[in-house]
Nanobody
């Protein structure tokens, strides 16, 4: 079995920062990529940021320059540093692990509000 555990969500004021963490453990064969997706109420799940084992990063246009994704390959952990948060960043954030098959975490809620 594989476990994907996210942490770090919460309530923050506009302009503030949060750091999300995601750790994968269990029967993994070699993670190719890890990433963060988000889903706001009434909207489809969308890519926020993704990083491959080789360090190639992809960001949604809406978060470029504000969010930074990083990864610890040895620990199968991915981080998302979110700065200059806006109300439109409010969503449930999900970690995606691309191994031989894809695994998803349960999600962590991020609320940006004054």
């Amino acid at each position: 079995q594989v476990q994907v555990v996210e942490s770090g969500g919460g309530l923050v004021q506009p302009g503030g920062s949060l750091r999300l963490s995601c750790a994968a453990s269990g029967r993994l064969f070699g993670i190719y990529a890890m990433g963060w997706y988000r889903q706001a109420p009434g909207k489809q799940r969308e890519l926020v940021a993704r990083i491959t084992s080789g360090g190639r990063r992809t960001y949604a246009d809406s978060v470029k320059g504000r969010f930074t994704i990083s990864r610890d390959n040895a620990e199968n952990t991915v981080y998302l540093q979110m700065n200059s948060l806006k109300s439109e960043d409010t969503a449930d954030y999900y970690c995606k692990v691309e191994d031989r098959i894809v695994y998803w975490g349960q999600g962590t809620q991020v609320t940006v509000s004054s």
